[in-house]
C-alpha cells in the first residue's frame, strides 16, 4: 500500500512560479513510477509529469516542457514539480499518483498519458493562475 501527501499549491499570476512537493509512505521500488497529474474542471485528467522512483528517467507532457521539471529528494520517497511561467491554462486540480511499475508500462511512446492506470493517487493541491 501506498499513501501520497501533496502540498504546495496556491495562486499566482501568470508568469509565476510554484512548486508543488509529493511525500510517499509505503514500499515503492526504483522501477515504480511516481508523478503528476492535473484535472480542470470539465475537462478530463492529464498526465504532466512522470520519474521512475530510482531517478533515472523523466517524461513529461509536451504542453508543460521547458517549463516544469519533476524532481526527487534526497528521501526517495519526495517527488517535486517546479512550475515556471505558469499559464492561466494551467490551472487546475494537481494530483500525486504512484504505480508499482515502470512509468513506460502501456503507453510507451507517450508514458503521460493513461492516468486511470495509477492506482495510488493523493488528496490533490489546487493551482490557480490568473492572467
Known amino acids: 500500500q501506498v499513501q501520497l501527501v501533496e502540498s504546495g499549491g496556491g495562486s499566482v499570476q501568470a508568469g509565476g512560479s510554484l512548486r508543488l512537493s509529493c511525500a510517499a509512505s509505503?514500499?515503492?521500488?526504483?522501477?515504480?513510477?511516481m508523478g503528476w497529474f492535473r484535472q480542470a474542471p470539465g475537462q478530463e485528467r492529464e498526465g504532466v509529469a512522470l520519474m521512475t522512483t530510482g531517478g533515472t528517467e523523466t517524461y513529461y507532457a509536451d504542453s508543460v516542457k521547458g517549463r516544469f521539471t519533476i524532481s526527487q529528494g534526497n528521501a526517495k520517497n519526495t517527488v517535486y514539480l517546479e512550475m515556471n511561467s505558469l499559464k492561466p491554462e494551467d490551472a487546475a486540480m494537481y494530483y500525486c499518483?504512484?504505480?508499482?511499475?515502470?512509468?513506460?508500462?502501456?503507453?510507451?511512446?507517450?508514458?503521460?498519458?493513461?492516468?486511470?492506470?495509477?492506482?495510488?493517487w493523493g488528496q490533490g493541491t489546487q493551482v490557480t493562475v490568473s492572467s
Open positions: 509505503g514500499v515503492l521500488y526504483s522501477h515504480n513510477c
Open positions: 499518483a504512484a504505480r508499482l511499475i515502470s512509468c513506460t508500462q502501456f503507453n510507451p511512446i507517450n508514458p503521460t498519458r493513461g492516468w486511470s492506470d495509477y492506482p495510488y
